[in-house]
């Protein structure tokens, strides 16, 4: 059964840069079938899709967020992460990393249970 | 503000059918039939009920089924039962950049 578990600081000073990982077992993250994204949820509201990445390295991003967001694969950790540069307060949310198949424009269909990252000072 | 816009909350009784609206524009809902649907329990992650417009993942019951027309897509839920008491969230692809687009979220209650 696949898996996926985000990791990092839930605490995060303003201007500084936001750092999450997402390991994932039961599966290997250098499939070519599957892409890999980020999606947030500050509290309260309502979903926010960051960006994706695939194992060759391939990388989409939310327009809105883009010049901030750098996300990356490490295949022999079977593991991807997200970096957030020059956080403020709207950035705190719950975030989530998903897997979502790849060809078409599929949806995510394996989620990881979230964590909260709270940008304060 | 949310790119696709849902209604804050629905309700329903047991038994009974309610349907949740998704409108977007041309370059998101009405442009592809790529819409799905989610559902998510508080404090919990959403789970896929829909995609693809239609299509229910495996394990999905068939009381839950969706539609869309022009700009608009729709959420449905037959034969409400105490579990389906949850926040739904429509998604869509919206083009350039593997763009994917969500809706603020609906709040179904069941009464």
């Known amino acids: 059964q696949l898996q996926l578990q985000e990791s990092g600081p839930g605490l995060v000073k303003p201007s500084e840069t936001l750092s999450l990982t997402c390991t994932v077992s039961g599966g290997s993250i250098s499939s070519s079938s599957y892409y890999w994204g980020w999606i947030r949820q500050p509290p309260g509201k309502g979903l926010e899709w960051i960006g994706s990445?695939?194992?060759?390295?391939?990388?989409y991003h939310n327009p809105s967020l883009k010049s901030r967001v750098t996300i990356s694969v490490d295949t022999s950790k079977n593991q991807f992460s997200l970096k957030l540069s020059s956080v403020t307060a709207s950035d705190t949310a719950v975030y989530y990393c998903a897997r979502r198949n790849s060809g078409k424009p599929y949806p995510f269909d394996y989620w990881g249970q979230g964590t909260l990252v709270t940008v304060s000072s | 503000q949310s790119a696709l816009t849902q209604p804050p909350s629905a309700s329903g009784s047991p038994g009974q059918s309610v349907t949740i609206s998704c409108t977007g524009t041309?370059?998101?809902?009405?442009?592809?039939?790529?819409v799905s649907w989610y559902q998510q329990h508080p404090g919990k992650a959403p789970k896929l009920m829909i995609y693809e417009v239609n299509q229910r993942p495996s394990g999905v019951p068939d009381r839950f089924s969706g539609s869309k027309s022009g700009n608009t897509a729709s959420l449905t839920v037959s034969g409400l039962q105490a579990d389906d008491e949850a926040d739904y969230y429509c998604?869509?692809?919206?083009?350039?950049?593997?763009?994917?687009?969500f809706g603020g979220g609906t709040k179904l209650t069941v009464l």
């Open positions: 990445i695939h194992y060759s390295g391939n990388t």
């Open positions: 041309s370059s998101d809902v009405g442009g592809y039939n790529y």
């Open positions: 998604s869509s692809y919206a083009g350039s950049n593997n763009l994917r687009v």
